[in-house]
């Protein structure tokens, strides 16, 4: 059977969603399938792809298989590169090799590819597709309310002792922002450019412009977003963006790459008292990073490691094959929004 590919319509969004809850066992209503979000991942206007960034395999007149690339342009030392991240990738099981076929097909016109966790058969799959492991992506939060330790309903012994644990996690003193430093909300076009990655001799970093900054700030899963600059008293040394998810606030992005770890802890203080101030009623903050001293920063003024990932690549330049380290955050993928 001959299997066609070709971009997604909007007239496709009911037998995607169907192709989805039928391969994920996703319940009906949940987030990803929610129409104003699809819209928002594959056809609303981008500023760094034109057209349907959804994809589809027809075989007999029917979806078999749906991906949609979440954009990432590269900055290198060779110029920009334009890769993306594969998300929603989903294929009728009864089509052997659908689901390869369509990320075959998405992969032609881009430098490379990006997957960060996923989960064990998807892993195999990229896998075996050729995709290699760069570095680890950390996954870092911290309780912002004493409810938030409390939310499980199960007091089993093994959440009774979390939820002691993050009591005390929440009332350890944590560092306080350095006398000469400050931080003010702003409007995404007042980040100074500065602030966002420029090119690195030994790293790729996702690229940033305020445009980017405006269409993530478009999803329509967030509650509440807004961005910040911090700052010494001489000069501003970074911004971050935060948006609420249900009961989260997520760190989805910071600059500027190559962040010391004395400057992460200052972005992580920062994150924490906007985020209490701002959001009151968010329970938790999250964030990720690929960067070891911002991790280390973040982890000195607060946050705790919860998990590790993979992120893992697959190169179809030479110039991608020839970078090993990566600079992502969360809006990298579609994690800021789920």
Known sequence: MQLRGRPSQLEDREAITELMRRSLD?????????????????????????????????????????GARWPIRMRTRFGDLDTFHLIDWVADPAMPGAGMKLLRDCAKSAAGVFAIGGSPASQKVISAFGFKAAHEVWDL????????????????????ASSVRNAVWRFIPRANIKQGWAYQPVQVSEIPESCFPPASSDEAASARDASLLTYVSTCPRFKQVQAYVFNDASDSAGYFLLAQVGREVRLIDFGPADMDAETAQILGVCSQMAARLDFPQAATIVTVTTESAVRGGLLASGFREHRRKSL???PMTAAMRSITKFRVTMIDWDAACL
């Open 26 to 66: 996703l319940r009906p209503g949940g987030a990803a399938t929610e129409p104003s979000f699809q819209d928002w991942k594959y056809w609303a206007p981008h500023p760094l792809y034109a057209g349907s960034r959804g994809y589809v395999l027809d075989a007999n007149e029917r979806i078999v298989s749906h």
């Open 141 to 160: 939060r911290r309780p912002l309310l004493l409810q938030s330790v409390f939310d499980d309903a199960d007091k089993n012994l093994r959440s009774a």
């Open 312 to 314: 893992r690549v697959l």
